[in-house]
């Protein structure tokens, strides 16, 4: 109960069969072009915010609108680009989802 | 301390633990103590995983770091949004499908599971640890406030419920401590943050002409709180005070993906799908609240006096900022409320902190360093669980009280997001995506990571004195993190290959990427 191991409903499994499928593969590969991309994307996004109030703070003080500076409309627009984010990963992994359940159809 | 209030606190607690004990009848077996029977569904555990995020320092915290250092203190809010992403697309719906009850159940997979349960447990406790002394502190200040009891007694009173609840209740109770409680903190949030635009006459364009010129109600030169520096800009903090934002920054977007309390919570829904759903679901809510904490933490520098938000030392009252504004906008009615909600959140994220150091330190190193993995007595995990919860509450209680009641909470916080981005991250990262990662590796990510960032700690200026303050960061991620990495990765590369490893990854891949073979829903 202890070791995380496959439950005995489970029949034994060729992992190295399924991992060599090619339509696993393709499943990693498309997950990688989604995943990486995005998270550099991301990761550059959010660290521009202190990387820019740190270095240029006189840049992130001009007003906006009414004394709304660029640096509180930066930090509300990582809330948003979060948000969007997350939007399209749930849209494009639904599609993974499908993939997977193919992959693994035969073994289960 | 007049009735109301007192009522209004007694009957929070008493709902908790009605929860608690109903949940303790459900209890049966190990799955359902540790992983609730892998039974939330994704909305439920979306708003648990807000939950236990929406702590004390969430709430607490950065309302008063945003009063007193305006924009800068709203730079814990993004981060802490922002970190979602991480775990979202790297982290989730892996750790679920190959894991059981702990962080430690995925590193386990393919590397040798006796020196890393070992090491991944001693982390997961530090993190929890350090978490927990955050909420400890934000309790006492609000008990100390509400009740007028002395902090040491409040802390400790906290501790000794906190325990309660986890040595009857298990995953189950604190999971719906959480849902109950986020649903009421986010109540509370809306309606201070009405509140506050309320005596603005509803005018965003007046709120930030206040929030620009605040002059805490009249009692304080006015200043800036809309410009950023204020906290870490170079008239401040000095030359190190931008590259401490960047580190704080890369901490708090790094952190969450290694949070034991935060990963363990994926475990109790029934698929990947499902903590998919339950993260997007967490980040709907927890960045409304982030937004919010713009109106009440900037709201409280237009409204509020300087001596209202002044301990009886002279400090900042950094933590009790949102309470008090609700006593002055709302009066007395929704300062109990608003207390009563923040007490039954530090409650429930103790309880989820404890839950998560316990069901580390049971599952990885009592049964599965200790004894190979063999329980020898059914519940026997169960029971160690329950002794540990009871030692790490102890040690807290202890810091805390230490610490006493004026160290903010969002910063002590923020040390534990650093700790855990250097230590756990870079081995969970390693071990879904690289191949050639081996046993020593991970030893050498967990153990220097950890080492690293807490020597890091030690030798800011927040350390003990005899250690020199000669480290120039309060926020040690910036310099541990990468270390955290480059040990994982030399560690790995300048030992031997390890075949069975590099074998167990194909199987470690098809699990983390399909779900074939994951842990089921047991209950029902």
Redesign the interface.
């Known amino acids: 109960m202890s070791a995380p191991n496959p439950s005995e409903k489970t029949p034994v499994v060729n992992w190295a069969e399924i991992e060599a499928k090619p339509a696993f593969r393709q499943l990693l590969a498309r997950k990688a072009r989604f995943i990486i991309p995005a998270t550099i994307f991301f990761l550059i996004y959010y660290l521009a915010l202190p990387v820019l109030v740190g270095y240029y703070p006189e840049l992130m003080k001009k007003k906006v609108w009414g004394e709304v500076n660029v640096a509180y409309v930066f930090a509300l627009s990582q809330f948003f680009m979060a948000w969007i984010m997350a939007f399209i990963y749930v849209r494009v992994a639904a599609q993974w989802d499908k993939v997977a359940a193919e992959v693994i159809h035969d073994h289960h | 301390m007049s009735v109301l209030p007192l009522i209004m606190f007694l009957s929070f607690v008493a709902l908790t633990l009605l929860i608690t004990f109903w949940a303790a009848k459900r209890n049966t077996g ?1 799955s359902a103590y540790f992983a609730a029977g892998r039974s939330i569904t994704g909305w439920q555990n979306g708003l648990a995983v807000a939950g236990d995020y929406m702590s004390a320092a969430s709430f607490l915290g950065i309302s008063g770091m945003i009063c007193f250092s305006g ?2 203190g ?2 814990y809010s ?2 802490f ?2 970190a ?3 775990v ?3 982290v989730a ?1 892996p750790l679920r499908n ?3 009850y702990t962080m430690a ?1 995925l590193l ?2 393919r590397l040798s ?1 006796r020196p890393v349960r070992a090491l991944a447990s001693l982390s997961t406790l530090t993190v929890s640890t350090f978490y927990m002394i955050a909420q400890m502190v934000g309790a006492g200040a609000i008990i100390q406030r509400l009740i007028g009891l002395p902090f040491v007694p409040a802390v400790i009173g906290v501790g000794v419920l906190m325990l309660v609840y986890v040595v009857f209740g298990g995953m189950l109770a604190t999971t719906w401590v959480q849902i109950i409680k986020a649903l009421l903190l986010m109540a509370g949030a809306i309606l201070l943050s009405y509140l506050v635009l309320q005596h603005h006459s509803f005018s965003f ?1 007046k709120f ?2 206040a ?2 010129h605040a002059d805490y109600g009249g009692s304080a030169d006015p200043k ?1 709180l ?4 204020l906290k ?2 170079v008239a401040v903090a000095g030359p190190w ?3 401490d ?2 580190s ?3 901490g708090l ?1 790094l952190g969450t993906a290694g949070l034991p309390h935060i990963l363990v919570r994926f475990y109790t829904v029934p698929d990947a ?1 499902t903590a ?2 339950s ?2 679901w967490a ?2 809510i927890i ?1 409304l609240f ?2 919010m904490t713009t109106f009440f933490g900037f709201g409280a520098a237009t409204i509020l006096k300087k001596a209202l938000i002044t301990t009886i030392d002279g400090k900042p009252d950094t933590n009790m900022v949102a309470p008090i504004l609700a006593q002055q906008l709302g009066g007395e009615t929704f300062f109990a409320f608003i207390s009563a909600v923040a007490f039954a959140t530090i409650l429930a994220v103790v309880a989820g902190l404890t839950m998560s150091a316990s069901a580390s330190f049971a ?1 990885d190193f009592y ?2 360093v200790i004894h190979h ?3 020898h007595r059914p519940g026997q ?1 169960v029971r160690v669980a329950r002794i540990t919860a009871f030692c790490v509450g102890a040690v807290s209680i202890g810091i805390a009280i230490y610490l006493g009641p004026s160290v903010n909470a969002a910063f002590l916080v923020g040390l534990a997001f650093a700790v855990a981005a250097s230590a756990n991250l870079p081995v969970i990262v390693l071990s879904v995506f690289w191949k050639r990662f081996n046993t020593a590796g991970a030893v050498a990510g967990l153990g220097v990571g950890l080492s690293s960032s807490i020597l890091l700690i030690l030798l800011s200026k927040n350390g003990p004195a005899f250690l020199g303050h000669v480290f120039p960061l309060e926020n040690p991620g910036i310099v541990s993190i990468p270390i955290g990495f480059l040990a994982a990765y030399l560690g790995t590369i300048l030992t031997a290959r390890d075949p069975d490893a590099e ?1 167990k990854f ?2 470690l ?3 983390a ?5 994951a ?2 829903a047991t209950s029902h």
Not at chain 2, 226 to 229: A, D, T, V
Not at chain 2, 513 to 517: F, N, P, V
């Open positions: 190990a924009y800068d709203f730079m993004v981060g949004l922002v979602y992403i991480t979202l697309l790297i719906e190959a894991g059981k159940d386990a997979y599971p364009a930030f002409e929030v620009a800036n809309m410009e950023p520096g870490f800009g005070g931008p590259l934002l960047v704080l920054g890369l977007v799908k998919r759903s993260v997007v980040m709907a960045g982030y937004i599952h049964t599965n993995g063999k329980e995990e074998a194909a199987e891949t098809v699990r990427h399909t779900g074939l073979g842990e089921k």
